[in-house]
């Protein structure tokens, strides 16, 4: 079958032994919900079962390592371990290189628009200098050859009439809010795809934080309610109520859309099943048999409304029912926004070559 086997030789060029146990300490921490003690006892277990330390470095050395290089930090008064904001960093940064790092083999898009202006790349295009140019955009080189042909050589002169202007790209900011289904059905029939949201939507916080800065993100989850929640927690993001409030999760998200000045607006919704729930007044309108039609029209309500503000909603619907696609091209075609339906493992490709391409439109 020209299978070769050959001995395996664990954590063989794996890195140093202190970081293919902060890998694992990591992952357990997503999983924990950020608890540091527990992470840590998982691992002591996988140690013992597994023999992931030696005698050269042990678990009592790691421990230390993950203080000294400022992992975890110890409360003087109980003696407990605390994660510190370089953990959750790190833990994105990891989820950025695991997600996005396909995307540049597939020469994902710039982030850039249609559109000249004062923007931080030169394009090949020029034109003569208009009154109101910023000075950083003349082309010396260019202008010297018209003031040197316009007025000949022997008494230089340089005019405005001389002056040659190198276009920059336009790069747009664009505001975004990632709304994520956290309803008990993101973990139900042995399939997990609470974590692969969460991943991606690590990743997609890290990825605007460092290379689109003045960008705007906020996230928010949505169950039974629906409520913001700050980047720093994404890791430790758990699936919560049963039912799945998009309207309250739409609500929501126009609600923090209207708080921010850019132009270009949108929402990024997450889901892997139907809209189960509303709120009335103070109780709760349930329905987990098939589609009900109060709830979907309230949805496809919210959707028109977020058309009449050119807000486009994103839709990434991680089921493959045929009644939930019906609803979701339903709701897209009345929001005039996109929707992909996808596997999990998929995920994270798709929704950022999206906010990729996006990122080239300028909406009016």
């Not at 000075?135 to 005019?159: K, M, P, R, W, Y």
């Not at 993001?237 to 049963?242: I, R």
């Amino acid at each position: 079958m020209n299978i070769r086997f050959t001995k395996f030789l664990k954590n063989e060029n794996g890195g140093t032994p202190f970081e293919r146990l902060l890998n694992l300490f990591l992952q357990m921490l997503t999983y924990t919900k950020g608890d540091a003690a527990e992470a840590l006892d998982w691992l002591n277990e996988l140690d013992r079962e597994h023999g992931i330390t030696n005698e050269q470095y042990g678990m009592g050395d790691f421990i230390e390592d993950l203080k000294k290089k400022g992992y975890l930090k110890e409360n003087p008064v109980n003696g407990n371990f605390d994660i510190t904001g370089k953990s959750t960093q790190v833990i994105r940064k990891k989820a950025l290189e695991e997600i996005f790092g396909k995307l540049r083999k597939a020469g994902a898009g710039q982030h850039k628009t249609f559109h000249s202006g004062t923007g931080d790349e030169l394009t090949s295009d020029s034109r003569a200098y208009q009154f109101g140019d910023s000075i950083d955009t003349i082309n010396l080189t260019s202008s010297i050859h018209n003031a040197q042909v316009n007025h000949g050589i022997d008494e230089f002169n340089l005019t405005e009439d001389d002056l040659v202007i190198t276009e920059r790209e336009h790069k747009t900011q664009t505001s975004t809010v990632l709304m994520i289904d956290i309803s008990h059905s993101m973990i139900l029939y042995g399939e997990d795809r609470i974590t692969p949201a969460k991943k991606v939507a690590m990743a997609f916080s890290e990825l605007i934080m460092t290379r689109y800065p003045k960008d705007t993100l906020d996230v928010l989850v949505f169950g039974d309610d629906a409520y913001p929640i700050e980047v720093k927690d994404l890791p430790f993001l758990q699936v919560g109520p049963f039912h799945t409030n998009t309207v309250a999760g739409l609500e929501l998200a126009m609600e923090m859309l209207r708080k921010r000045k850019a132009i270009n607006k949108q929402i990024f919704m997450i889901t892997d099943g139907k809209p189960s729930c509303l709120k009335q007044g103070d109780r709760y309108y349930k329905n987990s048999f098939g589609l009900d039609r109060i709830i979907v029209n309230k949805c496809y309500n919210l959707a028109a409304q977020c058309k009449r503000l050119k807000i486009p909603i994103t839709t990434f619907m991680i089921a493959s029912d045929n009644y939930l696609q019906e609803f979701v091209r339903e709701f897209t075609e009345i929001n005039n926004g996109r929707a992909f339906y996808c596997a999990p493992d998929d995920l994270g490709e798709i929704m950022f070559v999206d906010y990729e391409k996006n990122r080239k439109k300028n909406i009016r």
